[in-house]
């Protein structure tokens, strides 16, 4: 099947896209051509991974959201700036992160064109189709640890049985994309700006990155 043809839903896959060598730089830059699911019709853009390619800390998050997706940057909308906020507390360098999402284009409703974009959860087929770009950074950056933001993330790496609540501040050992990882889930960002106890949510993201920050040692 080309790169380029139209595929089934159960079909779609990002892999045709994903070069074999050249690090961090070649991945970003194919994944700005990336067409393996339909989502990247309506996204402004491709918004790849960011940080160094020899980070001890992956952060994955779900997908991007509107500022993300208008600055082609993982992150910089009021749930990253929590989320640096957070980490800074918890003892983790945000610059030192590398921070991805497990769909790479933004999934949104839109009322009326003028109106907010409404962020959509991905689906499973449109994660799974996503699922090689994040199984190469992985690759690239071998991270110490992964930080699960969020049950879309956790589903992404783990399967769709997961169940943040259940797992959540705890360090996990599993085996991802053929390499065996530790993970470390929390909720995302997002969930503790929503929160009718906003301070509350916040202090369990610090607890549990906490927990994180120790496992690097």
């Given at each position: 099947m080309s790169p380029r043809t139209a595929a089934p839903e159960d079909a779609y896959t990002a892999e045709p896209f994903v070069p074999d060598s050249g690090g961090l730089p070649a991945l970003r830059r194919a994944?700005?051509?990336?067409?393996?699911?339909?989502?990247?019709?309506?996204?402004?853009?491709?918004?790849?991974?960011?940080?160094?390619?020899?980070?001890?800390?992956?952060?994955?998050?779900?997908?991007?959201?509107?500022?993300?997706d208008r600055q082609g940057k993982p992150f910089v909308g009021p749930a990253g700036k929590l989320l640096d906020r957070a980490l800074a507390e918890a003892g983790?360098?945000?610059?030192?992160?590398?921070?991805?999402?497990a769909v790479k284009h933004f999934k949104f409703?839109?009322?009326?064109?003028?109106?907010?974009?409404?962020?959509?959860?991905p689906s499973l087929r449109e994660m799974?189709?996503?699922?090689?770009?994040?199984?190469?950074?992985?690759?690239?950056?071998?991270?110490?640890l992964i930080v699960v933001l969020g049950a879309t993330a956790g589903k992404a790496l783990?399967?769709?049985?997961?169940?943040?609540?259940?797992?959540?501040?705890?360090?996990?050992?599993?085996?991802?994309?053929?390499?065996?990882?530790?993970?470390?889930?929390t909720v995302h960002p997002s969930s503790v700006?929503?929160?009718?106890?906003?301070e509350a949510a916040y202090r369990g993201l610090v607890s549990d990155l906490r927990v994180a920050t120790h496992a690097l040692g």
């Open positions: 994944a700005g051509e990336c067409r393996g699911c339909p989502l990247h019709r309506d996204a402004t853009q491709t918004v790849f991974g960011a940080g160094a390619a020899d980070a001890r800390v992956m952060l994955v998050g779900e997908q991007p959201g509107d500022q993300e983790i360098d945000p610059g030192e992160a590398y921070v991805t999402n409703t839109q009322a009326e064109p003028r109106k907010r974009r409404i962020h959509k959860a799974t189709a996503c699922g090689p770009w994040l199984a190469a950074e992985l690759a690239v950056v071998e991270p110490e783990l399967g769709s049985s997961f169940r943040v609540t259940q797992v959540r501040g705890t360090v996990l050992e599993e085996e991802i994309h053929g390499h065996a990882e530790r993970l470390v889930p700006l929503r929160a009718d106890d906003r």
